[in-house]
């Protein structure tokens, strides 16, 4: 038997093995219990990255530990194929989005199965797949019909020289990516799925999902954002129109000094006077450069432009100026802010700046705050003042009254606000879903009957980049008959948001083959909600809500059971190295960099942060370079064993070839004594050092399997069948307990398996089984093995700690005390001196007390 560990030879083999015999593909069993494990699939852009390994490790570590403990496992992997990425790749490569998505799926489907994930590839598809998008469309029809799906008209990202919407990354500066032209906004009738009508729902459920972070929960709680409080209205000066404002603060309303207003407001264009055209439309284009997300941002400048109109304070009647404001947007509330510049510190600091009035309307209790001694707003509670009517009230039964009071005179209403908006998933791209829709001049827009589904995306296209989506220009596909009335009509050319499809494919993959519909109830019955579901913190609120939004959807629409998709969410950590930057030639590779200076030019690197591996750093580690150098079993096992799962993990060679180093052990451990534990057996009992290694053996089983089992804590599950090999390794006698070192050797593989299992099942092999190890399930630990015949006590004179001594478990009092005294060290100490007290610590230690 060779000694020598060769993983490519190993892997290569135990690959194939998997590939002709199909160990993990999964059917339904009503005699089993059903476990369903999914990582959130990933887009085919051609190369694994250390992400990937690292994901897909953690998942195949959980879906093979919990076949070995006889569950039956479903755990599937697709593809998420549409999408902007590939229809940039093709204009750039001069291809076609298809031919680079299928070809990058091979690509990836290869690089995965070297890293022995164990998935039942009988279930792949991709969303690109007509077979499985004329389902998508199917669902969309259905929603269209009961009012869940419907077009308005939506501002969208529009390049006038490249004829064509621009998604957010898109816009870069304000300006298009790809030709560097001004951005301007643009008004489109857009497809809306109404996720709002199911606000309270996803709200509630927030508080009935114990398996998920809480971070996560109270991420996507922002993001639904109810809210209850007071629609107000502010008559315009001189004009009939209302500028309406939610708040959640109508105790403050008397501090309200003047109206902020999103840039994008209908009421804009009424507003603005002729002497403010000019500085409010430059003002607006500067805005309109400005990212979504920043303008919210807390660190942002906040900028703003007088209008020239007045609106009126309906509680106390002044007239207060309308500004507009970089900080608010349409899509929250709606779009208008009554500032209170005293009492809210956004609008203190844009007050402050302007130089407008800033009046305190809420007193603390014991002191009296002056407006023009104020250095940061007042948020906290107390009596109201500068408020009429209601001076001397709390702030919070201010609140109620105030809004009574609005109410009474038609001002103001109590009402409930949510920051959630409908989910446009109209895109004015090529490579996506086509949907489903016929416009007609004569019936309007008419549903694609369900017997035409698909509607396939034409293949016969060329991506250019400019003039928009192609859809929009090929006859071929554009031009359709009414399906009502049969006369000359046009189907949409946009296509659905790519996360439509990732927001029911965890469903799909419980019957991908169905013929009948979009799920077979009764298989996705069985298996849905997915158990385990694994991806990264960033989709906390967009793809995670989607898909609780679309479950709750297929279940009203007859096709599931259940209410959520997913019963446990891990979000794990990112992979991260050290970067490297020349003041000259920026990011460099490792290989460009000799003796700490760079080899183009010769200056010294600096050594930047510890970042999220990356292109643009030029800091990744290439997994396929990994693997050819120590194998699949070592990538797998320092992504699992250098940090816990939902932490960060730190790029570290001197890790990755300690951990090569380990598999070496265990290999040398078990080839080394092959033949001296062939046909041994574990005696029924044992004493001495033996007992010690059949006690730690127990102690790696239980350990192992709490810290695998719910609690993902594989880095500590790893440290310890480590120590169990230490243990092996300083085992003396072997000779004499054969059978105590194969339990442990064999207990190492089998504990490894999930983690290692190209390795695992090779040792298996050679320690005499023809089962593999994953089916010879998962082992378990003997409680009577786990208990000591031998304690070791710390013995401490007055306290200090001078000896230890080894006594039986069983052993009393007065036979410890003894031990103790007649120990040679002890002596040492109480020699001559008087003995006053000894106390015994039961299981820990004696102390002696000497004068």
């Known amino acids: 038997m060779d000694n020598l560990y060769n993983p490519k030879e190993v892997e290569a083999k135990w690959q194939q093995v998997w590939l002709e015999k199909q160990p993990?593909?999964?059917?339904?069993?009503?005699?089993?219990?059903?476990?369903?494990?999914?990582?959130?699939?990933?887009?085919?852009?051609?190369?694994?990255?250390?992400?990937?390994?690292?994901?897909y490790a953690i998942g195949d570590v959980v879906a093979r530990?919990?076949?070995?403990?006889?569950?039956?496992?479903?755990?599937?992997?697709?593809?998420?194929?549409?999408?902007?990425?590939?229809?940039?790749?093709?204009?750039?490569?001069?291809?076609?989005?298809?031919?680079?998505?299928?070809?990058?799926?091979?690509?990836?489907?290869?690089?995965?199965?070297?890293?022995?994930?164990?998935?039942?590839?009988?279930?792949?598809?991709?969303?690109?797949?007509?077979?499985?998008?004329?389902?998508?469309?199917?669902?969309?029809?259905?929603?269209?019909?009961?009012?869940?799906?419907?077009k308005k008209g939506s501002s969208v990202n529009w390049c006038e020289d490249c004829q064509t919407v621009l998604a957010n990354e898109q816009v870069e500066d304000g300006c298009c990516w790809r030709c560097h032209n001004l951005v301007q906004p643009k008004e489109l009738e857009q497809w809306f799925f109404k996720i709002t009508d199911y606000a309270d729902e996803l709200l509630e459920w927030t508080d009935k999902l114990p398996g998920w972070p809480e971070r996560v929960l109270a991420m996507q709680r922002n993001w639904i954002g109810k809210s209850y409080g007071c629609e107000i209205d502010f008559p315009i000066v001189d004009q009939g129109e209302k500028i309406k404002v939610f708040t959640t603060r109508p105790d403050t309303l008397s501090g309200a000094t003047f109206m902020?207003?999103?840039?994008?407001?209908?009421?804009?264009?009424?507003?603005v006077t002729a002497e403010q055209e000019e500085e409010v439309k430059n003002f607006i284009a500067a805005v309109e450069r400005q990212d979504k997300a920043d303008r919210t941002s807390g660190d942002l400048e906040k900028i703003g432009i007088f209008t020239g109109s007045y609106c009126v304070n309906p509680l106390n009647g002044e007239n207060i100026p309308i500004f507009l404001a970089n900080f608010v947007l349409m899509g929250y509330g709606t779009g208008a802010v009554m500032a209170v510049p005293a009492h809210d510190q956004r609008d203190f600091e844009f007050a402050t700046k302007y130089q407008l009035p800033i009046r305190v309307v809420i007193q603390p209790a014991g002191e009296e705050l002056a407006a023009d001694q104020l250095v940061e707003a007042f948020t906290d509670t107390g009596l109201l003042t500068n408020s009429g009517q209601f001076n001397g009230v709390d702030n919070e039964t201010a609140k109620e009254q105030i809004t009574t009071f609005l109410k009474t005179r038609g001002e103001g209403r109590k009402t409930v606000n949510y920051r959630l908006r409908d989910w446009g998933v109209s895109r004015q791209r090529y490579w996506g879903t086509p949907i489903p829709i016929i416009y007609c001049d004569s019936c309007g827009a008419v549903p694609v009957p369900e017997e035409d589904l698909p509607v396939k995306l034409p293949l016969d296209v060329k991506l250019t980049g400019e003039g928009g989506s192609p859809l929009a220009r090929h006859h071929d596909f554009l031009r359709v008959d009414c399906p009502k009335c049969g006369k000359s009509a046009r189907r949409e050319s946009d296509t659905f948001d790519t996360f439509v499809e990732s927001s029911w494919y965890f469903a799909r993959y419980t019957c991908p083959e169905y013929t009948a519909g979009p799920l077979d109830k009764k298989a996705a019955n069985y298996w849905l909600p997915v158990d385990q579901y694994i991806g990264g913190i960033e989709h906390a609120v967009m793809h995670l809500l989607y898909a609780r939004f679309y479950t709750k959807v297929l279940r009203d629409l007859g096709l599931l059971d259940i209410d959520e998709p997913f019963t446990n969410l891990l979000t794990q950590g990112m992979v991260c190295k050290e970067t490297?930057?020349?003041?000259?030639?920026?990011?460099?590779?490792?290989?460009?960099?000799?003796?700490?200076?760079?080899?183009?030019?010769?200056?010294?690197?600096?050594?930047?942060?510890?970042?999220?591996?990356?292109?643009?750093?030029?800091?990744?580690?290439?997994?396929?370079?990994?693997?050819?150098?120590?194998g699949a079993d070592t990538a797998r096992l320092f992504s699992l064993f250098a940090a816990p799962p939902e932490k960060d993990l730190e790029w570290n060679e001197q890790g990755v070839e300690g951990c090569f180093r380990f598999l070496n052990r265990v290999w040398r451990a078990v080839v080394d004594n092959l033949e001296l534990i062939q046909t041994a057996v574990v005696p029924e009992s044992v004493t001495g050092e033996a007992a010690e290694l059949r006690r730690k053996t127990?102690?790696?089983?239980?350990?192992?399997?709490?810290?695998?089992?719910?609690?993902?804590?594989?880095?500590?599950?790893?440290?310890?069948?480590?120590?169990?090999?230490?243990?092996?390794?300083?085992?003396?006698?072997?000779?004499?307990?054969?059978?105590?070192?194969?339990?442990?050797?064999?207990?190492?593989?089998?504990?490894?398996?999930?983690?290692?299992?190209?390795?695992?099942e090779e040792l298996?092999?050679?320690?005499?089984?023809?089962?593999?190890?994953?089916?010879?399930?998962?082992?378990?630990?003997?409680e009577s093995a786990l208990v000591a015949d031998e304690i070791t006590?710390?013995?401490?004179?007055?306290?200090?700690?001078?000896?230890?001594?080894?006594?039986?478990?069983?052993?009393?009092?007065?036979?410890?005390?003894?031990?103790?005294?007649?120990?040679?060290?002890?002596?040492?100490?109480?020699?001559?001196?008087?003995?006053?007290?000894v106390i015994v610590v039961p299981g820990r230690l004696i102390n002696i007390v000497v004068a």
């Open 24 to 55: 993990f593909a999964a059917s339904l069993d009503s005699e089993k219990e059903k476990y369903y494990l999914l990582e959130m699939f990933p887009y085919p852009s051609g190369r694994i990255h250390m992400g990937h390994v690292r994901n």
């Open 764 to 782: 298996w092999l050679l320690l005499g089984y023809q089962q593999s190890v994953e089916a010879s399930g998962w082992p378990t630990w003997d």
């Open 580 to 630: 490297q930057r020349c003041p000259e030639h920026g990011w460099l590779y490792p290989e460009q960099v000799v003796d700490g200076n760079c080899t183009l030019c010769g200056q010294p690197v600096e050594l930047g942060r510890t970042e999220k591996m990356s292109k643009s750093k030029k800091n990744v580690i290439d997994p396929n370079q990994l693997i050819d150098q120590y």
């Open 793 to 837: 006590l710390v013995v401490q004179v007055n306290g200090k700690v001078r000896s230890k001594i080894t006594v039986a478990v069983a052993a009393d009092r007065q036979s410890i005390e003894a031990e103790a005294l007649a120990e040679p060290n002890v002596q040492r100490f109480i020699e001559g001196k008087q003995v006053r007290k």
């Open 260 to 271: 902020s207003l999103a840039p994008e407001h209908p009421l804009v264009k009424s507003l």
């Open 698 to 760: 127990h102690q790696t089983i239980k350990k192992v399997s709490e810290d695998v089992d719910g609690r993902f804590h594989f880095n500590t599950a790893i440290a310890a069948v480590m120590e169990l090999v230490n243990a092996i390794y300083t085992f003396k006698s072997r000779q004499e307990n054969p059978g105590v070192l194969r339990e442990a050797l064999e207990t190492v593989v089998s504990l490894l398996n999930p983690f290692v299992p190209h390795i695992s």
């Open 65 to 150: 530990f919990k076949r070995m403990q006889g569950f039956n496992v479903l755990h599937p992997m697709g593809w998420d194929a549409f999408g902007m990425p590939a229809e940039n790749a093709a204009i750039e490569n001069n291809t076609h989005p298809a031919k680079w998505t299928y070809e990058n799926i091979e690509s990836m489907r290869h690089q995965l199965k070297r890293i022995g994930l164990s998935y039942d590839w009988k279930r792949e598809f991709a969303t690109c797949d007509a077979d499985y998008y004329r389902w998508e469309q199917l669902i969309f029809l259905k929603m269209f019909e009961r009012g869940l799906a419907y």
